[in-house]
């Protein structure tokens, strides 16, 4: 009975799914570790005259030098070794690579976060700019990143502009976008009921701005931030990747990919996925203490 009792209280509660799902990821990592690196151990069992089980197959499979997939306790040795036991000043640090990326991500961030509400202010307020910018803005987004950013970094590159600012141009470009659309559905979103009642006290439209339409864009716009700084991560270390850089997680993609180290793949991986989850997280709670300043529940 005390059993069922603490099994309902893990499953109900909110930890307990995490748990058994996260655990779910887990074994059926290690069965595709298996799956995807048997083939080069078998070859290697019959080459060699060895007889072999699917115990030590799997044991194989999961301590190979350059595995076609890491194991998850082979991508926590890497981390291991590339975040606790190195100096965060050093080359082979992913923490180093880390505060590279994060750097170029947060200015091409706050860049995008400005441009995208200027734009959705002009979208809402010229009709104009309704009319010829949004469609312009939405085909933007049709280029791929990946050939985007090269044409980027050369241009740049050519007129003297190299390092930080490049990269943070092209999160940039990926962050404006949601920012515009969001901010566009928030400024709109207030009922004409609603905007003809501070008409008819004589409103300006600098006053329906800051007491109507801003205040109930918020949600849209935090909404479309946490996709946005999300973006800006992926757009800083695909940034690296034509660039050449040497510090940045996608110089660790690069350089992993190089040598053939799958484990520093993954590990450059995880870590960027860590940065992105912290950075949305922080933008929750910064849309929470809004929320809560201006009483609002949602």
């Not at 003297?160 to 976008?177: E, Q």
Request: glycine share 8%; aromatic share 8%; net charge positive.
């Amino acid at each position: 009975m005390e059993a069922n009792r603490l099994f309902s209280m893990i499953i109900g509660g909110s930890i307990g799914p995490v748990v058994i799902l996260v655990t779910a990821i887990i074994m059926i990592w290690y069965a595709g570790a298996v799956y995807l690196n048997s083939s080069f151990l078998i070859d290697r069992y019959e080459k060699n005259n060895i007889e072999w089980s699917f115990s030590q197959l799997a044991s194989d499979s999961w301590s190979m030098e350059r595995p076609v997939l890491p194991s998850p306790h082979q991508i926590a040795k890497e981390l291991k070794k590339t975040i606790w036991n190195q100096k965060i000043t050093s080359p082979r640090s992913l923490v180093f690579h880390s505060r590279v990326t994060l750097s170029s991500a947060m200015v091409g961030f706050i860049m995008g976060t400005f441009l995208g509400i200027v734009l959705s202010v002009g979208i809402v307020y010229v009709p104009a700019l309704d009319r010829t910018l949004m469609p312009w803005i939405i085909t933007s987004q049709t280029i791929p990143i990946l050939a985007i950013a090269p044409m980027i970094v050369v241009v740049l590159g050519s007129m003297g502009i190299i390092g930080l600012v490049p990269k943070a141009m092209i999160s940039t470009y990926l962050c404006f976008f949601p920012v515009v659309v969001g901010m566009v559905k928030g400024l709109r979103s207030p009922s004409i009921l609603l905007v003809d009642l501070m008409n008819s006290y004589s409103a300006s439209k600098v006053e329906v701005f800051w007491k109507l339409r801003l205040p109930a864009s918020l949600p849209y716009l935090f909404a479309s931030l946490k996709v946005a700084i999300a973006l800006s991560v992926v757009g800083a270390i695909v940034a690296e990747l034509p660039a050449g850089a040497q510090g940045g997680l996608g110089a660790r993609l690069l350089s992993g990919s190089y040598y053939g180290q799958t484990s520093l793949i993954w590990a450059a991986l995880i870590t960027a996925s860590v940065i992105s989850a912290t950075l949305v997280t922080i933008v929750g709670r910064m849309e929470r203490a809004v929320n809560n300043r201006m009483g609002l529940q949602i």
